[in-house]
Structure formats: C-alpha cells, structure tokens
C-alpha cells in the first residue's frame, strides 16, 4: 500500500514497495486526498509495468490536462480567422489561474462527470478567486460561466482527437447567467452629457487663456492643456456621434478624416494586453474598415482640433515630433513616450471621473456606443443600417438592445392609456361632460 507525505506546498511524495525495495516519486496535487489518489493510480502502474514512469512519450502526448490545454490553444491559433489578442489573454489568464491549478496532475481520462461537478462547485467558493480583496467575495456567474465554457470546448476537442470517448461536462448542467438589461443612456441623458462635456471644455480652455497672459507660464504647457480638452471633447462626441469602440477612435490618423466629403474611414484600432502592452492593430473586430458620413457640427470640432494641433507642434521647438496620429501621448510615463499612440485606460478613467463629478448615472466608455446605437434604434433607424453602422457581423447584438426599448416603449404606450382613464373617470363623476377631439 502506498503512503504519502506532504513536503511544501502543493508538493507531495509518494512512497512504494517493489520487490522489497523502496521507491519514491514527487507529485504534484492540490490536497492530501488528491495525492492519495494519485499514488493508488501510480501503484497500479507500478503493478502493471514494473516502473512508475511507465508511459513512452507518445502515450503522454495530450494525455494530461496540461498537455491538452497547450493543444486546444494552438487549434485556436490555428483557425482561418484566429483569435483576438484581448481574448487570447483571457483564455491564457482562466486556463493559468482556474483550470490547470485545480486539474494540476490530471489525465484527461481521470476526469469524469463527478470531478466536473466538484470543480464547478469549487469556482463558487471565495477560495477559488486568485485575487481577492475580500474573503467572502466569490466569483460572478458570468465569470464562471466563462471559466465552463472554455473547460467544455477543452474537453469536447479531446473528444474529437480521440483522447476520450465522451465529453464529461455534457451530463453536468451548464452555469444559469441572469442576462441583465442593457444600460445605455437615453436621449435626454445623451444631450445633458454632450452638454456637460462641451462647458467643462470651455471652462479648461478659458483657463489656458488665463495662464497664456502670465509669463511664467510656457505657451507649448498652456498649448498642451488647450489639447487635452479638445481632444476628451472630441473623443466622447465620437464615441457617441459614430459609435465607435474606444480602440477605433484612438486608431485614428489624420489621414482617415475627410473635412470635404465630411466621412471618418475607421481602419484600425489600438488594443492593450500584458503581454504586448500597447500596440496597434490593422484592421477591425469584424472586417477590415468602417466609413461613416458625419454631421457638420463634429466635422467643425475636428477642424478645430487639427488647427490647435498643428499649433502645439509649432510651440513644441520639435520636443514633440509630427506625426499623423490624431489622437497622443502630451508626456512622457512609464508606459509612453511624447508623441506615442495613447494609452486606452486613461480615456476610461477620464470618464469614470467626470461622470462622478457631475452626478450623472455611472456607466462605462464603451457604453457611449450602446446608447449611441439604442439612440439610431429610438429613433427610426433600421436595425439592419444600424448594425453596419455599429459594424456588427450580424443583427443579433442589436436584437437585444431593440427588445429592451420596444419593452420601455410598450410601457410608456401602457402608462399613456392613464390619461384616457382619467378621463372617462371625469365623465363617470359627472366633471366633464364631452370630448373635443
């Protein structure tokens, strides 16, 4: 019978008798139980073979959880279209800190149905969270959700290269995500922002007005703060007059923008991950450009910017060198140069910021574009034109953004039959004695 000593960490040793001698082999588990499992499978090895790495290369070769995720990654890779850097990330970030952690030491055929269910009931646990900053916090439902999903198509391609016979997550119910509504700005709410973000410039541009009539105040610092403004200004006016992703707007070259025909040709984007930092990448999400004709007014706030743009290259004494980028780095940090593509994150807190200091309903950057779409659907825009515009593949997106405002709509429709009630209750009551049409 096999005995087990724990060493460090996750680090056991297993102990056998062959022939009355004494051997040993270091594994790798993540409880005492799970150790003990694995030395009974090792002394069945033992029996059978008469040694404990009784496997040939070849026989190892995608047998392990391990193994098998490096495979599934490449096959992702792989594919016609291959994947998005960001979701590359995400995928390499569930697989290092979820899956492989808790199947550390598992062959692909050791897992069965109960093992699933325990692992899924182990993602619902405060412990199964990497980084915490609470001990009761555990994971969301859509988050687990996600770490499933990627487990199942694992386990269903190891079932497609014959490792295993069937897919073990089948027979295991699938995480329940509560689809919650979509938040969006409406109208009103998109006219009091633009309104809000067009005072707050004025005010930053009246107090570089203010510094440029003191000395000791250099014109290219009070030239970089006339940028600064314009450039949120523009940025958010983008994101809602285009809907455009935050990553679109920022891939802008001087070049895309035509103040004649009056159109932006949104041809690329600028993506973060950890692993490649900032960088840009040609082409969008889904194909590989985006024209769209603008109004007036925005073609007018994009002149203006140019010519303050050229203006801070002048006062810049070639500190800053011309480039073609619309949107920059104004100094140097960890991250980036002057003049250096900007980094995404900063947009995002900007507006974090700015919503809280004006008490308006929290939402997120990329929600500018959700309620730039709902607005186009409100307001008699078809959903196929709308979808092109959003450069969706497909209407489905849309679909549940039109179902939530026909859904408001109804209600509104519902609740505009109170005042007919009304009426007729006046007429009951003898307070009015006809309707004029």
């Known amino acids: ?61 995608g047998s392990y959880i391990v193994d098998l995720s490096e495979r ?18 995400k995928y390499q970030d569930l697989l290092n800190n979820n899956i492989l952690p808790y199947f550390r030491g598992y062959k692909v055929t050791a897992i069965g149905v109960y093992e699933v269910e325990q692992f899924q009931k182990f993602l619902a646990t405060p412990e199964a969270r990497i980084k915490k900053k609470y001990s009761y916090q555990t994971y969301s439902q859509g988050t687990i959700s996600e770490i499933f999903k990627l487990f199942y198509g694992m386990m269903k391609k190891a079932v497609d290269w014959d490792i295993i016979e069937r897919n073990p997550c089948d027979k295991v119910e699938k995480p329940i995500v509560d689809k919650k509504d979509i938040i969006f700005y409406t109208d ?48 958010a006016n983008l994101a809602v007059k285009t809907a455009a992703r935050r990553g679109e707007i920022l891939g802008l070259y001087r070049e895309d923008i035509d103040l004649v025909e009056k159109t932006i040709n949104y041809k690329r984007e600028v993506l973060y991950t950890r692993t490649k930092d900032t960088y840009t990448k040609e082409g969008l999400k889904y194909g590989d450009s985006k024209l769209l004709y603008v109004n007036d007014s925005l073609i007018e706030m994009i002149s203006n910017y140019f010519y303050e743009l050229d203006k801070l290259f002048e006062l810049s004494d070639g500190v800053l060198k011309p480039n073609n980028l619309l949107f920059m780095t104004l100094k140097n940090n960890k991250k980036s140069k002057i003049g250096d593509i900007m980094f995404p994150d900063p947009v995002s807190e900007w507006f974090k910021l700015f919503l809280e200091m004006h008490k308006m309903p929290p939402i997120t950057f990329h929600k500018l574009r959700t309620s730039s779409l709902c607005y186009l659907l409100n307001n008699g825009m078809s959903i196929f034109d709308t979808a092109k515009i959003a450069g969706h593949s497909s209407t489905q997106t849309l679909e549940r953004y039109y179902a939530q405002i026909y859904k408001k709509n109804k209600i509104i429709a519902a609740n505009k039959f109170d005042k007919l009630d009304d009426m007729v209750r006046s007429i009951g009551e003898g307070k009015l004695i006809s309707i004029s049409a």
Do not use: W
């Open 72 to 89: 599934y990654m490449k096959h992702l890779d792989g594919k016609p279209r291959g994947i998005a850097e960001k979701t590359r990330q």
């Open 1 to 61: 019978m096999a005995s087990v000593k724990h060493l460090k960490d996750n680090k056991y040793r297993a102990y056998f008798c062959v022939n009355r001698k004494r051997t040993s082999k270091v594994i790798t588990a993540k409880s005492m139980k799970d150790a003990e499992k694995q030395a009974i499978i090792l002394e069945g090895k033992l029996a059978e073979t008469g040694r404990l790495d009784g496997e040939t290369k070849e026989e190892k070769q």
């Open 188 to 235: 009103d709410q998109l006219v009091e922002l633009l309104d809000l973000i067009d005072k707050d410039t004025q005010a930053e541009l009246a107090r570089a007005d203010e510094m440029d009539k003191r000395i000791n105040f250099h014109p290219y610092t009070v030239q970089k703060i006339r940028i600064a403004a314009l450039g949120k200004q523009l940025i």
